[in-house]
């Protein structure tokens, strides 16, 4: 579909497969222009560009035996959020004076730092069943990494007063082995176990302040390790 702002969406979802083998697939993506304009400069922010892509593969070799595997991508890059203007004009570049430039109208910022915004992750899993005689044994595998990188003009004006700069992630894995009993006895039973790891990494946040200045150049790409 199209819309506004060069506005592009796409979307597709395809599967098939037999009763052994089987598999989907679904894509999303979706890109635009953005509608916020920077003053100074002419730039657009609020630009959105997202795709996310999720498939699953089904085996079962026997009646007894059956597998499920699933993978996932998810890349965003949003500016819109730190895309802002000073509510009421209250910014602690004030302290600089009152001739200092805020933007009032709708849709409109004068940025010292372009805004970025941008998460990745991948993911997986797999799926296991094992059936026997009175009880099924069921695995489950997962995996995730995470990404985030970010920079917002916390300030909102064209001076070097407050800027953020944030560059975090993370990683886990996920495993569960467990039976079950299948038999109509009085007794039902289930016996297993769990472990989970979880990793995470964040840069310190950097906030530059109390100068009346440009930011030097590269330092955003150098901060994000852009």
Not at 68 to 74: I, K, R, Y
Not at 100 to 128: C, D, F, H, I, M
Not at 152 to 173: M, Y
Request: avoid cysteine; glycine fraction near 10%.
């Amino acid at each position: 579909s199209y819309g506004r702002f060069d506005e592009h969406i796409g979307k597709l979802y395809v599967s098939g497969g037999t009763e052994m083998l089987g598999a989907d697939l679904a894509v999303i993506a979706r890109t635009d222009d953005g509608y916020i304009r920077d003053i100074l400069n002419g730039q657009r922010y609020g630009r959105m560009k997202d795709v996310a892509i999720r498939t699953q593969l089904s085996f079962q070799p026997t009646d007894d035996i059956s597998f499920l595997l699933g993978l996932g991508h998810t890349n965003n890059a949003d500016t819109t959020a730190s895309a802002n203007q000073p509510f009421a004009g209250n910014t602690t570049a004030r302290r600089f004076g009152n001739s200092v430039l805020v933007t009032t109208r709708p849709y409109e910022v004068a940025l010292n730092v372009p805004p970025y915004n941008k998460t990745l992750q991948n993911s997986g899993y797999l799926t296991g069943t094992f059936r026997f005689d009175g009880f099924d044994l069921n695995t489950v595998s997962g995996a995730q990494w995470n990404k985030l990188k970010a920079a917002a003009d916390s300030d909102a004006t064209p001076l070097q007063v407050l800027e953020l700069f944030v560059a975090q992630a993370s990683r886990s894995f996920y495993q569960e082995v467990y039976a079950a009993s299948t038999g109509e006895g009085p007794l039902s039973w289930i016996v297993g176990g769990v472990y989970y790891h979880d990793y995470a990494s964040s840069n310190p946040s950097v906030a530059f302040a109390g100068v009346n200045s440009r930011l030097p150049s590269g330092a955003v790409a150098q901060v994000l390790g852009a």
